[in-house]
């Protein structure tokens, strides 16, 4: 089955406790891309990479860091989580940057 | 840079009511997408419009690309309870080269039995 799978679903961390979120796409898309999601603020744009070792900031990369060094993988790392980082987080991927996302389940943040 | 402007920002109907979202960009757009997430749940793409005036359906959901491909629609006929969720657009924008996709700021349906 095609699917994006984002790990853990839930975690909450204390401020400064450096954390991963990975993501794993099985369609051999090129395109990834972490979102995260504020009410009232919709789905804002975090980094993305358009393939293998390619990667770029989006409107919101402050204080978030990813990698691409497979094309399946595309993790979220928080060095230093702060609360301002508490959101909903969500990885997408993509045959190409236009083309229609698919969304993994998400994972819910809380950062005291 | 390029604004997406999504309204309603929320939208209560009843149930059997109509109900539209629309996106509005300050820039042409290439191509708009239209998302749905259900409550606790994770956009799930819709549809892509591509062309100048554009028009397709999906049972009781029409959507529509302006002429000048700077707004676009999402029109429910005759809302059900399983409507419920937000509507994302996600719009993209080629502007000398450099390509620009961003996501409207959704418009949250509720139903009202």
């Known amino acids: 089955e095609a699917q994006v799978t984002q790990n853990p679903r839930y975690l909450i961390t204390v401020t400064g406790k450096k954390l991963t979120v990975t993501c794993s796409q099985n369609?051999?898309?090129?395109?990834m891309s972490w979102y995260r999601q504020d009410p009232g603020l919709g789905l804002r744009q975090i980094y993305y990479s358009m393939n293998v070792e390619v990667t770029d900031k989006g409107d919101v990369p402050e204080g978030y860091k990813v990698s691409r060094k497979e094309k399946r993988n595309f993790p979220l790392i928080l060095e230093s989580p702060s609360p301002n980082q508490t959101s909903l987080y969500f990885c997408?991927?993509?045959?190409?940057?236009?083309?229609?996302?698919?969304f993994g389940n998400g994972t819910r943040l809380t950062v005291t | 840079g390029q604004q997406v402007m999504q309204i309603p920002q929320y939208q209560h109907v009843q149930e059997g009511e109509d109900f539209t979202t629309y996106c509005n960009s300050s820039?042409?757009?290439?191509?708009i997408q239209w998302y749905k997430q259900r409550p606790g749940g994770h956009p799930v793409f819709l549809i892509q419009l591509v062309k100048s005036g554009e028009v397709k359906k999906q049972k009781r959901l029409t959507f529509q690309f302006g002429e000048a491909k700077k707004n676009s629609s999402l029109h429910i006929t005759a809302t059900q309870t399983t409507d419920v969720g937000t509507y994302f657009c996600r719009n993209h924008s080629t502007n000398f080269g450099n390509e620009k996709l961003t996501f409207g700021t959704g418009t949250r349906l509720t139903i009202i039995p």
């Open positions: 997408a991927s993509s045959r190409g940057g236009g083309s229609p996302l698919h």
């Open positions: 820039t042409t757009l290439s191509n």
């Open positions: 369609m051999n898309h090129e395109y």
